[in-house]
């Protein structure tokens, strides 16, 4: 066994993470079917969102971000954050939220724009 095994997912990641509040739409990549969902967190990696509806692990999405809150957020900070990207989905789980379900996602950019 190696170390990589035993480590957490945050002593996993590569960037350190920003909190933020957004709102964003996203699709399966070439398709026309939005969702929308509400981002939390974001790196020069990628990104954390949670959304009404299920992804697949490994899909392929295409991600617009149509509102930005960005207070407490330095000038570097903004620098990174993608107003348009696709990504691949690392993990989507499933949380209660305000006595409702959402799910929980993780997204690595494949392309940036």
Not at 12 to 41: A, H, M, T, V
Not at 71 to 96: A, P, W, Y
Request: some cysteine; proline content about 1%.
């Amino acid at each position: 066994m190696n170390n990589e095994e035993f480590k957490t997912d945050t002593e996993k990641r590569l960037d350190e993470r920003s909190d933020c509040k957004g709102i964003i739409k996203w699709s399966y990549f070439n398709q026309s079917n939005y969702f929308s969902g509400e981002l939390l967190n974001f790196s020069q990696q990628g990104f954390y969102f949670e959304t009404s509806a299920a992804i697949k692990t490994g899909a392929t999405i295409l991600i617009q971000l149509t509102k930005f809150f960005p207070e407490n957020l330095s000038s570097d900070d903004k620098e990174l954050l993608r107003n348009v990207c696709i990504g691949e989905v690392k993990h989507c789980n499933e949380i209660l939220k305000n006595d409702s379900t959402c799910y929980g996602v993780g997204i690595k950019y494949i392309c940036q724009h």
